[in-house]
């Protein structure tokens, strides 16, 4: 396997390198603050929370997959999350949840600029912790690259 090289400048030279996300153990979150306005009235997540089906977990996956294969196809290099147990409580001094989401978007916790990967925390008090899916990868990449820099 090539050496991890964080490296990106700009948007539109090819792609080399990308993180697909899982849907494994994907939980629709219990009801709180920031869900409010970005659940529609219309969704089936309103008013229910916990483990999503499994047959949507495994179609989420068939269709993460089969991206993750084509990109590889096309010479992408494809990094997978490591998923944590997301049945799990989030709590802090200032809040509490009964689950957590899952690491499906890692578009949405991760950014890359330059040599550097910033992490950001997520407004969803049950994707607080969402960021330790990727800690391993990280961690690979800060032993693989001299010049790789995490915020």
């Given at each position: 396997m090539t050496k991890t090289v964080v490296n990106s400048w700009n948007e539109w030279d090819p792609l080399k390198h990308v993180i697909v996300g899982r849907a494994d153990d994907c939980h629709i979150p219990p009801e709180e603050p920031a869900l409010d306005a970005k659940v529609p009235e219309d969704s089936d997540m309103r008013?229910?929370?916990?483990?999503?089906?499994?047959?949507?977990?495994?179609?989420?996956?068939?269709?993460?997959?089969?991206?993750?294969?084509?990109?590889?196809?096309?010479?992408?290099?494809?990094?997978?999350?490591?998923?944590?147990?997301?049945?799990?409580?989030?709590?802090?001094?200032?809040?509490?949840?009964?689950?957590?989401?899952?690491?499906?978007?890692?578009?949405?916790v991760l950014l890359t600029v330059g040599s550097e990967i910033l992490e950001a925390t997520m407004s969803y008090r049950c994707r607080w912790f969402e960021y330790l899916n990727y800690r391993p990868l990280m961690q690979r990449y800060w032993e693989e690259d001299p010049n790789f820099r995490h915020e």
């Open positions: 008013g229910q929370w916990g483990r999503r089906p499994q047959e949507t977990i495994d179609r989420a996956n068939e269709l993460l997959d089969n991206f993750a294969a084509q990109l590889e196809a096309r010479g992408v290099r494809v990094d997978r999350p490591d998923c944590i147990d997301h049945s799990q409580p989030v709590t802090t001094p200032d809040f509490h949840t009964d689950s957590q989401f899952g690491c499906m978007p890692p578009r949405d």
